[in-house]
Nanobody
């Protein structure tokens, strides 16, 4: 059974940093994509950062590129989202999501789907508040 468990989040002033963690279990080897989606108040979920379980170049939303970094520890089946230089517009509920994908030895940054509808398994969400 697949499980997605996330932690981290909190409140910070603009320019500050936070780190989110997400542990997945139940997938075969590293054949999955995982990452974070952000839901601002009154809006739908938008992809923020995604990565293939077997490594390769991550994908970032344009609004967070150069400020956010997604990484992973394969031994722990855990991904991390380091968020630096946070802005008030980064405020929202952050959800970790994962989906099984075919195994590949040549993952690219476009491997992981960026639409929330493509993801089957979701964490409980964690709130990030950035004040100006």
């Amino acid at each position: 059974q697949v499980q997605v468990v996330e932690s981290g989040g909190g409140s910070v002033e603009a320019g500050g940093s936070l780190r989110l963690s997400c542990k997945v279990s139940g997938y075969t080897w590293s054949s999955y994509c995982m990452g974070w989606f952000r839901q601002a108040p009154g809006k739908g979920r938008k992809g923020v950062a995604l990565i293939y379980g077997g490594g390769g170049s991550p994908w970032y939303a344009e609004s967070v590129e150069a400020r956010f970094t997604i990484s992973q520890d394969n031994f722990k089946n855990t991904a991390y989202l380091q968020m630096n230089d946070l802005k008030p517009e980064d405020t929202g509920m952050y959800y970790c999501a994962a989906v099984a994908v075919p195994f590949t030895t040549a993952p690219t940054s476009s491997l992981c789907a960026t639409e929330e509808s493509a993801y089957n398994d979701w964490g409980q969400g964690t709130q990030v508040n950035v004040s100006s």
